[in-house]
């Protein structure tokens, strides 16, 4: 079988088009199959993996599907997955976009509101009163952290889902 090659790259927030530049330090990766078994590849398996260049690297993988992330322990920058379909001997680019906490409070909230775990509407499972009282700590944090510097269109969704709420 002929490997082939994810090339890694994580990108800035808030210049989406632009490498991340903020930090110095490295990122590492964590690559799972589709079934979020992690890959182990010719001896390496890729949970904690380091970039080679701080913020890119290029791994050989062989083909298939697979669920990238990446995190960087300063300033405790997380980005979103991507999943990615490998060919054979090719090479595919992965662009990793890190997000915010006020996105990831976002989510929390919506999640809570609608979400289900694999068979159950978290409401069914938690008490109405716990998830209001999680959802209003939530929003309170919210209030001391900055707007959100990036370019406003990319969270208008899911802000439009929560006024609707509201």
């Known amino acids: 079988m002929a490997d082939s090659t994810l090339s890694i790259l994580v990108r800035d927030r808030n210049r989406p088009c632009a490498p991340y530049f903020t930090t110095k330090h490295p990122f590492y990766v964590d690559i799972f199959h589709c079934d979020f078994t992690p890959l182990t590849w010719k001896g390496t398996t890729y949970v904690r993996y380091k970039l080679k260049v701080n913020i890119h690297d290029q791994v050989k993988v062989p083909p298939g599907c697979y669920i990238v992330r990446a995190y960087a322990h300063c ?6 997955m991507a999943m990615v379909q490998v060919g054979c001997d090719a090479t595919v ?11 990831c409070l976002d989510r929390a909230i ?8 694999s068979k159950t509407k978290i409401s069914e499972k938690i008490p109405e009163d716990k998830i209001n009282e999680a959802i209003r700590a939530l929003e309170s944090v919210k209030e ?4 959100e510097e990036v370019i ?7 802000e439009e889902i929560l006024k609707k709420e509201r």
Not at 110 to 115: D, F, P, Q, V, Y
Not at 144 to 147: C, S
Request: with cysteine.
């Open 152 to 158: 406003p269109e990319l969270y208008k969704e899911v």
């Open 110 to 117: 919506i999640g809570l509101k609608h979400g289900t775990t």
């Open 75 to 80: 300033n405790n920058v997380v980005t979103e």
């Open 93 to 103: 680019c992965v662009s990793l976009l890190p997000t915010t906490v006020r996105y």
């Open 144 to 147: 001391y952290l900055p707007e």
